[in-house]
Every structure is written in structure tokens, then in C-alpha cells.
């Protein structure tokens, strides 16, 4: 890969602590630069959870029931390719574009003093980051699972014969979020229904929001019901997305790994167990003579030749 074509996915982590100190703690931060990278790394891991929480107990209990119950109803070697070929890849390339515009927030937040309305307006842009990104990706693979379980998915678009199959993961991609979270909610998803406001994301990505000097911002005058929300309200939707991104991301991985590790001890044990090898058909005679049934003939003796 050519030099201008590389992308930062080796050090987003260290990035990201970098300026999560530099925002909280600046005072810190010229002594974790001085550090050599083995003694850096360390502080990372020791300190990474000072810098971000992990993901609140009583919401990871709310999901890991659901999610849990529908990998291991839903998993076999068909959804693992698709996860393995196809989704894997997609939802990193997601966070990676989540955590770089995450960075520049911290650092537009570090080096300059930004009003409320500036604030409201990188908020902004983040929430849908994080519903076209990172939450829609988990949206599309929980819809496939489902269908997978023999509840049928129907599409919000009209099928041709050139469209992806019903319930597959391409058909499910093209769909609308809409007709997705309806599934879901259908299915007891609903905690995941309820983290996203679809009109919010609708205003944004149309540009039918306006953003006031107090950081207020007015949205859905192009839909029913146009909302108005103070900035206090509007970081509390950034917030709940972020949460349950965080928290169904953090339980499908350890779901998924433990359905591999299980399908592969399983896989293994098939393998060791002796493999049935055909009998040898052997001739009657000798089976009679190692029985004693059966004497071998004697060599004749004084063979006259005529």
C-alpha cells in the first residue's frame, strides 16, 4: 500500500488516550510523552479505564440476555463466514472513522475555546457517526441473525430478481432503518430501538436542523412534530448511543468468540475419535483353519506323474 493511502488503525489507541489526557488532565500530559513506548503502552492499559469507563453493569446485563439467547440460536458456519468475510471488516473500518472524528472533537476541544452553539454542531455530526457507522452495522448483523432463527424478514423495498434474497445480509443492508428497528422491536430488541432517534438522525443527515447560540438545536421541520432540545439533551442522546453501542459491541464479541471456541473443542473431538476401518474380507478356507476347523492338506507323497 502506497504511503499517502495508510491509515492510523496501529495507534488509534494510543491516539485516543493521548488526547482523552490531554483534554482531562493536561498537566500529565508531557510526562506520558517523555516515556519510552514499552513504559507508555503500560500507562495505557493501567490507566485506560480511568480515561474510559467500561460499559455500565446494569445496561450490559440488559443486553447480553437478548444477544446472547440469538447467537447461540442463530450462529452455525454459514453466519460465521458472513461475519468473518464481510461484517468483521465493515464494523472496524466503522470505529476507526467513529474514534478519528472523536480525536478531532478532543482536540478542537483542547486548543480552542468553543461556544455551545460550535459544541452542539460537532455533536452533531458525531451522533449520526455513530448511527450510520457503528450502530447501524450491528442493527444490520442483529436483523440477520434473527432471520436466520426462521423468523421471516420482510423488506420495506419491493424484490425483483436481481435483488439480494430475503433475509440475507445484502437484502438487509438496503433496507431502511426504519423497517430494521421495527424488526427488532418486533423481536424484543427494543432497548436498541429505544437508543436511537430516528428523526434526530433523519434532520441531520437532510440538513434540516438549525443550531441556536445557546447550543439549542431545532429539528424535523421537514416531519411531524418539529422538536426543539437544550445542549444538556443533545449530549445525552450522544451519550445513550454511544452506551449501547459499547455495550452490544463489547457482548457480541464475547459471544461469538465463545460459540467459535465451543464449535471448535467440538470439531476437534470429532476429529480424535478413530475413524471405523473396513474389515479385511478374507478367504473361508483360512478362517476355518485358524478355527482348528479345518486341517490344511498334506503335500502328497510319491506323486506318480502318468
Not at 492499559?45 to 445496561?59: I, K, S, Y
Not at 472513522?97 to 475555546?113: D, G, K, Q, V
Not at 434474497?165 to 443492508?173: F, L, V, Y
Request: aromatic share 8%; with cysteine.
Amino acid at each position: 500500500m502506497s504511503e499517502d493511502l495508510q491509515v492510523s488503525v496501529s495507534t488509534i489507541r494510543e491516539r485516543l488516550f493521548t488526547e482523552r489526557l490531554r483534554a482531562l488532565h493536561p498537566e500529565g500530559l508531557s510526562a506520558f510523552e517523555a516515556m519510552k513506548p514499552r513504559s507508555r503502552s503500560k500507562y495505557i492499559e493501567d490507566n485506560w479505564a480511568r480515561m474510559f469507563p467500561p460499559v455500565d453493569l446494569a445496561l450490559r446485563k440488559v443486553v447480553t440476555g437478548p444477544i446472547k439467547r440469538l447467537v447461540t440460536k442463530a450462529m452455525g458456519p454459514d453466519a460465521d463466514e458472513v461475519m468473518r468475510s464481510h461484517w468483521e471488516p465493515q464494523i472496524k473500518a466503522k470505529m476507526h472513522n467513529t474514534f478519528e472524528f472523536y480525536i478531532i472533537m478532543l482536540r478542537f476541544h483542547s486548543f480552542a475555546r468553543a461556544s455551545l452553539e460550535e459544541q452542539s454542531r460537532l455533536l452533531l455530526n458525531y451522533y449520526l457517526l455513530l448511527v450510520e457507522g457503528v450502530y447501524a452495522a450491528q442493527v444490520n448483523l442483529i436483523c440477520y441473525l434473527l432471520s436466520r432463527t426462521g423468523i421471516p424478514y420482510r423488506s420495506s423495498k419491493a424484490m425483483s430478481e436481481h435483488s439480494a434474497p430475503a433475509g440475507s445480509m445484502g437484502a438487509i443492508e438496503e433496507d431502511s432503518l426504519w423497517n430494521k428497528l421495527r424488526f427488532m422491536e418486533d423481536n424484543g430488541l427494543s432497548f436498541m430501538v429505544d437508543a436511537c432517534d430516528r428523526q434526530l438522525r433523519n434532520s441531520v443527515a437532510h440538513l434540516d436542523f438549525i443550531v441556536f447560540t445557546n447550543g439549542c438545536v431545532g429539528y424535523g421541520a421537514g416531519q411531524r412534530g418539529p422538536k426543539v432540545i437544550k445542549y444538556e439533551e443533545l449530549v445525552h442522546k450522544v451519550e445513550v448511543m454511544k452506551s449501547i453501542s459499547d455495550a452490544v459491541n463489547e457482548v457480541l464479541v464475547e459471544e461469538v468468540t465463545a460459540w467459535r471456541k465451543a464449535s471448535k473443542t467440538v470439531q476437534q473431538k470429532a476429529a480424535k475419535r478413530p475413524s471405523k476401518t473396513k474389515k479385511e474380507i478374507k478367504d473361508p478356507a483360512s478362517v476355518l483353519r485358524a478355527a482348528a476347523l479345518q486341517k490344511p492338506k498334506k503335500k502328497d507323497e510319491g506323486e506318480v506323474r502318468l
